[in-house]
């Protein structure tokens, strides 16, 4: 018995310290009513570690699917480390996370409507954003308000409604991060809307793995690029693609890519 017990405190000790906190002492929380999901939202705010001590003004990454962006214990299947990666680099941004919807994920990050797995609610979910959130993050925090300084980035469906939003609010997101975009969900709807779109401006970084089990993400990822080339002279480099040798469709691909988009948007 006298040698369980220590045993059974090491177990105890480590099953605490397993579940502590991995967010950074810049990253808080709040929670704010979202009329247009008829529900409210949990909110995360990273902030550059000099924020306190300074009275500038920063621009904002707007990112989906917040528990995976910082804390491993709130994490499906790993964290995305984006509070460790830009305190490693300085980083001079406001990092905005919004908690997905859980069982109603699907319905929130996806434009149209799917015939196998319904769907198409992103316009509701993009109105939150734009018209509720944005006004509280910017009063509330010493942001950069223009187009320019407004990014939203986001992985898989993720991916595609942070593309789909620089489309449905071009004076907003001036900036996208596109990582392993789900365009094969209403593709024919995609398509549809990119040929209705006259003008796109936002600076996009196409990202996917040529391993992720989804043997049309490459060339749906190229399709979207060569339509936002058509745009615009592809002299502008507004927009840049990378496919990752070996990368599969999880936090490891995004997290391991992340600082890299984030030095080529800003």
């Known amino acids: 018995m006298k040698y369980l017990l220590p045993i059974l405190f090491l177990f105890v000790l480590l099953n605490?310290?397993?579940?502590?906190?991995?967010?950074?002492?810049?990253?808080?929380?709040?929670?704010?009513?979202?009329?247009?999901?008829?529900?409210?939202?949990?909110?995360?705010?990273?902030?550059?570690?000099?924020?306190?001590?300074?009275?500038?003004?920063?621009?904002?990454?707007?990112?989906?699917?917040?528990?995976?962006?910082?804390?491993?214990?709130?994490?499906?299947?790993?964290?995305?480390?984006?509070?460790?990666?830009?305190?490693?680099?300085?980083?001079?941004?406001?990092?905005?996370?919004?908690?997905?919807?859980?069982?109603?994920?699907?319905?929130?990050?996806?434009?149209?409507?799917?015939?196998?797995?319904?769907?198409?609610?992103?316009?509701?979910?993009?109105?939150?954003?734009?018209?509720?959130?944005?006004?509280?993050?910017d009063a509330t925090y010493r942001t950069k308000t223009s187009t320019r300084n407004t990014a939203i980035f986001g992985s898989s469906l993720g991916g595609l409604v942070s593309f789909y939003a620089a489309i449905k609010y071009p004076n907003v997101f001036g900036k996208v991060g596109c990582f392993s975009p789900s365009f094969w969900f209403g593709r024919k709807e995609m398509n549809d809307l990119l040929a209705k779109t006259k003008d796109f401006n936002a600076k996009v970084y196409f990202l996917c793995g040529d391993n992720e089990g989804d043997a049309d993400v490459i060339p749906d990822m190229k399709n979207v690029e060569h339509w936002v080339n058509t745009k615009r002279c592809e002299c502008k480099k507004l927009n840049k693609e990378v496919i990752v040798k070996g990368g599969q469709h999880n936090e490891k691909l995004w997290r391991e890519s992340f600082k890299k988009a984030y030095l080529w948007l800003f």
């Open 16 to 137: 605490v310290t397993a579940q502590q906190s991995t967010a950074s002492k810049q990253v808080s929380s709040f929670t704010i009513e979202a009329p247009q999901l008829k529900t409210t939202k949990k909110i995360w705010v990273y902030l550059p570690k000099n924020y306190a001590s300074t009275t500038k003004k920063y621009p904002v990454i707007y990112m989906h699917d917040a528990q995976n962006l910082f804390d491993a214990t709130t994490s499906y299947v790993g964290e995305w480390n984006i509070d460790e990666t830009l305190d490693s680099i300085n980083a001079q941004v406001i990092v905005i996370g919004i908690e997905h919807g859980g069982d109603k994920r699907m319905e929130e990050l996806t434009p149209f409507k799917h015939v196998k797995y319904g769907g198409g609610k992103a316009d509701d979910y993009l109105d939150f954003i734009v018209q509720t959130l944005k006004p509280k993050i």
